[in-house]
């Protein structure tokens, strides 16, 4: 590993799970880039209607 | 944030990485948009709508969807008129915001990072390819993922249930299940999907409840995967009080109905009995991939792949791949549900800060606290800045009017309209104007509170002004722009509103926000893989852990295990953990040691620990459950009684002994499901498929010749366990499917081992001998009753722990600072313990570093001179936050702790004797908004 | 009766029902505009004074949604 440590973290993919990630990191110190090819984030989830198994809505 | 945004290349090791971005022009400028819609409106050009899974199309000028984040519209380059051909222009003439710029180009930019966590997701299988299913050809054979589009309120029927070719409402819907998945000679995709058995059963179900008891939904399948935490009980509903049918049958042929938009369907059910039935709709349940960009990206970023295209991890180290300071989580990992999606991403964010500890907080900024204006006393001294939100308010509502309407309001010393409230400028404007004008209350009238009251608080703070001396008037979500055609009564409503606020605003009071130092030690209780995980991980952050352990070794289940799924040897890999931990002078190890009392809340927590007797006081801020389970005793199929049954880590400790025995044993028998899935024990212990079939092979390896034979309700390897289960029909292992209301028989014949069952295939009873039966017994949760009482959590009605959220939020608790992880969670392999381990720990690390935590200022307070000691809101209060005062001349009243308090105002109205306000949504409030009411009403 | 138009107090939380009714404008439905929002922070804050107070200011209906 290289000396200089950089607190920064890139996260690639905004989905439920990059979204996640990198909210802990910046809730942990670490300054973070999200990345993501659409517009908007929110992946998959955002287009699922209700989630098992309790019916909550995704949204 | 980076949106339309493509990874191009990584160069650097861990720790310091450089990473070049190319970034896509939205041909829109973020800073100006205000997601009015007023340019999709005006766009004359039509596009599939990909979101709507392109059951519907949407414009060239869009944006994803109603909630999406950033909610700023994006111009389509490819489809987008302008700019394909030069003419159009439309949305740029309209914006009234002047936000769009074609003269937009890609960006490429270089960041340095200390460490990269891939989240890319997945694609669903696209089955055009298959001809068979005739989803090209066939409007009424849709995906699943169109499917749930169709359900969704937001979707292109506005969630009323209709089929695609002539809107009727079906009658009669199929689901076929591996679509796409478990399936080479259609497809190369040999794992299993994980998440289409339940994701078809809730769609049966929704449909159901959408269209009544009179739609027929049937479910397709090969084995029912329902493995996951109260997955079983909702197929269990859904199959005996839903109604949906579940057959068990692949499907041999799908005929559209040539003069109809049905189809039919034949297949062979259960007796061997041609079937064909017409259905009004399909729905294909396709599988996960890797969409092939994402392959190539982890290609170019040199990380290794399985051989179904996923990034290959270790069970021991589960979100790490095979290149250091690269982590992983959601799909990539493997097909897998939300809460374990959510479980990697918080395991991968603490694994990618674990190495970057040093750096912590050297890139983050804190601002700097701008000194309060004392007003307590004043008489108000109110602002009112009415938005137009460019044409959004000012096209329907007569801003003037409401404005000058304000300006004759009590208290009211300045009113003003701006065309953005919330641009920069106007907000610079308002901050002078407060300072100017000595105001002391504002109110904004313009779009929603849920959106822009953080905003325009955060202008007060810098003018000076406690942020909770302000209120929003909804003019445009809830009035503009609802009541379009009648710009008279909306401005009159308007009014009403900005009257409203007006009114609640000049009784509101600075409130404060207490701050609390958050204790920096954390308390891990369990010693099994997850919890020696979690401790490693805070210690690893900069954490001193105390680990509490029942038993006196470290290790739980783990040290009874032979093998991981994917081959790996467990002994060896734990007690380098156990090493690990006992090397690591931040954790602290307590061995034969018990929590007799806890007592106090998040960053303040007190527990007394009792080591044989001897009892000990420690003090820390976060708390990780790690309490595991253990193997179900069974008193079925001659255990105990005959020394040749034994249960799965019985077996497990002969691998683990290289017992000599093994592979002299010609025949073998496993039988799965034993204590679960059944009436009192209605859920799947999720591992015990896989690890018996793993342990058939290895029997096989053993002695190739011994005949093996398992005995299972449905096989559950999901992900890419799959393939073991290929891999033991290929070895010829034999599976003999069972039911409940059929279980085997294990009977003792003259000394010899016979088993008795049905054969599923021949439907004939059959009669195997065998020397070794295996039984694959159920996870059982310790009582956690007494736990569950000193953190004021819950465990469900199968004993394990309940989790904030089923999806988000599984390796915490609803009580604050304290969080979950391992088989106290419910049962899981040994790779989702360490990653559970790992998350529960990150999301611990979240709040210690937070070092003092702000309470929210809207919090209930309790006058205790009025207040009955009744204990109604202590019993009632969700966040326990209202206890019994102890001592003091208030003793045996009540206080209302206001890190925990939460602000729901729950207590406030159960309240019989009126003694607890609750800041900022008050009775005066409340009740002055209400007076306001009454030139409306 | 047909031109009677009855007035709406609606009381709705703060995470859902207020939420619904800002998505029903980013969605532009119209609805009938006799009806006043006043936002709490949950349904558990409603007090019956409430309701019976909106009533008696002359409200029609009262609303509470959560």
Redesign the interface.
Known sequence: MSKDVIGSVMVIGGGIAGMRSAIDLADAGYYVYLVEKKPSIGGVMSQLDKTFPTNDCAM | MLTLSEVKQVTGDAGNFEVNLIQHPRYIDESKCIACGMCAEKCPKKVVDVYNTGLVNRKAVYVEYAQAVPLKYCIDAENCLYLTKGKCGNCENICPAGAIDYTQKEKSLTLNVGSIVLAPGFKSFDPSKLDFYNYASHKNVVTAAEFERILSASGPTMGHLARISDKKEPKKIAWFQCVGSRDVNKCDNAYCSSVCCMYAIKEAAIAKEHAGDDLDCAIFYMDIRTHGKDFERYYNDAKDKTGVRFINSRVHSVLPIHGSDDLEVRYVDESGKLISEIFDMIVLSTGFETPPEVVELLNDLDVDLTEGNFAKTSAFNPVATSRDGIYICGAIAGPRDIPQSVVDSSAAASDAGEILSSARNSLTTVKEAIPETQVVGDPPKIGVFVCKCGINIAGVVDVEAVRDYAATLPYVEYVCDNLYTCSQDTQDIMADVIKSKNLNRVVVAACTPKTHEPLFQETLLCSGLNKYLFEMANIRNQDSWVHKNNPELATKKAMDLVRMAVSKVALMEPLEEAELEINQEALVIGGGISGLTSSISLAGQGYNVNLVEKSDVLGGQALNIYKTASGEYVQENLSALIKKVESNEKIKVYLKTEIVSTEGFVGNFKSVLSTGGEEKSIEYGVSIVATGASALEPDEYNYKTDERVLTSLELDRKFIDKDPELSKINSAAFIQCVGSREPGRPYCSRVCCTHSIENALELKKLNPEMNIYILYRDIRTFGEREYLYKEARNKGIIFIKYKLDNKPEVVNKDGRLIINIVDHVLRQPVEIEVDLITLATAILPPDNQQLASFYKVSVNDDGFFVEKHAKLGPSEFATDGVFLCGLAHYPKPIEEAIAQGKAAASRAVTLLAKKKINTIGTIAKINPMNCSSCGVCISICPYSAPSYIEEGPFTGKVKINPVLCKGCGLCVASCRSGAINLKGFDNDQIFAQIYALKEAV | MSDWEP?I?SFLC?WCS??A???????????P??I???????T????P??AL??LR????GVWVSG
């Open positions: 007035k107090v703060n207020y939420g009714a800002d998505l029903a404008g980013v969605s532009r439905m119209q609805y505009s006799n006043r929002v006043i936002r709490i922070p949950c558990g804050r409603m007090s004074k409430f107070s909106a200011e002359g409200a029609d």
